[in-house]
């Protein structure tokens, strides 16, 4: 299996800070056929589930602000929030679908300073 | 739109069958050639991908369940459904069912992300 690790497990930003969230996977994500990193991005908030938020790598979802931002490839990815609200309190996972079975990472959440 | 919703019993004994059906509304399950998947979480915990399957019926499960798992489908209900035999306390769970992205490789519908989700239900397993 693909283990997806997480950084930082939680961390605390300003409101209108930015955050940065890591994922490191086991293998590479690219593959090379089409140049594509299987790799995406969910944010959960409490009782809710997972909110699509990023995939490809760098390809937001319809519908998500554009402060949220993906980048990485190969085995190293990122999520930014640019100027941090207050709604973006959650956890945040990333997903690979490169290969079965789909993991996760172990989330990280994000809390206001 | 597309919408997914959990149903099924909340406690289920140790040792016996939790059984879980997702219904969808708004779009026909066999439309297209989505994939359609379970995931689950354990309470304060993150996300474990349990398994999917095809409009056509093929599956594609997690190993470290796949003695215990199945899933179905059945396009006349617009539902597929999850099995997990043989549970114990560490198959408590909030238990989620999605909508897998797709796209077309080697000829053929090859899943990607879940970008659809149900709500979940929350299963307990316990005497």
């Known amino acids: 299996d693909i283990v997806m690790t997480q950084s930082p497990d939680s961390l605390a930003v300003s409101l209108g800070e930015r955050a940065t969230i890591n994922c490191k996977s086991s293998?590479?994500?690219?593959?090379?056929?089409?140049?594509?990193?299987?790799l995406a991005w969910y944010q959960q908030k409490p009782g809710q589930p997972p909110k699509l938020l990023v995939y490809?790598?760098?390809t937001r979802e319809s519908g998500v602000p554009d402060r949220f931002s993906g980048s990485g490839s190969g085995t190293d990815f990122t999520l930014t929030i640019n100027s941090l609200q207050a709604e973006d309190v959650a956890v945040y996972y990333c997903?690979?679908?490169?290969?079965?079975?789909?993991?996760f990472g172990q989330g990280t959440k994000v809390e206001i300073k | 739109q597309v919408q997914l919703q959990e149903s099924g019993p909340g406690l289920v004994k140790p040792s016996q069958t939790l059984s879980l059906t997702c219904s969808v509304s708004?779009?026909?399950?066999?439309?297209?050639?989505?994939?359609w998947s379970w995931i689950r979480q354990p309470a304060g915990k993150g996300l474990e991908w349990i398994g999917r399957?095809?409009?056509?019926?093929?599956?594609d499960y997690n190993p470290s369940l796949k003695s215990r798992v199945t899933i179905s489908i059945d396009t006349s209900r617009n539902q597929f459904s999850l099995t997990l035999g043989s549970v114990t306390a560490a198959d408590t769970a909030t238990y989620y069912c999605?909508?897998?992205?797709?796209?077309?490789?080697?000829?053929?519908?090859?899943?990607?992300?879940?970008?659809?989700w149900g709500k979940g239900t929350t299963v307990t397993v316990s005497s």
């Open positions: 997903l690979q679908y490169y290969t079965t079975p789909r993991t």
């Open positions: 399957i095809y409009t056509s019926g093929n599956t």
């Open positions: 999605a909508r897998v992205s797709w796209g077309y490789c080697h000829g053929g519908p090859c899943p990607y992300y879940m970008d659809v």
């Open positions: 293998q590479s994500l690219l593959y090379s056929s089409n140049n594509k990193n299987y």
């Open positions: 490809w790598a760098s």
């Open positions: 708004g779009g026909s399950i066999s439309s297209g050639s989505y994939y």
